[in-house]
């Protein structure tokens, strides 16, 4: 039996699905889906992840 608990001091990675598009963070966070992308191409969105061409942005990452 493997033992599944994440090592201390680390948390389990959260699930993809959790993610937002950019279209649905610049829904939630009240801006444009540009500016989303702006922000995305200069690093000040922390927690976002790029597979090929789609972006998975963490809704609660902050904003530099």
């Known amino acids: 039996v493997r033992n599944t608990k ?3 001091g680390k948390s389990p990675a ?3 699905a959790w993610r937002m598009s950019p ?3 610049a829904e939630y966070m ?3 889906r540009t500016t ?3 922000m995305l191409k200069t690093g000040r969105i ?3 992840l790029k597979f090929g061409s789609q ?3 963490n809704p ?3 904003v530099r």
């Open 55 to 57: 972006w998975r942005i």
């Open 36 to 38: 989303v992308y702006r």
């Open 60 to 62: 609660d990452s902050p």
């Open 46 to 48: 922390v927690d976002a």
């Open 23 to 25: 279209e649905e963070y």
């Open 14 to 16: 959260r699930p993809l």
């Open 30 to 32: 009240g801006v444009s």
């Open 6 to 8: 994440p090592p201390m």
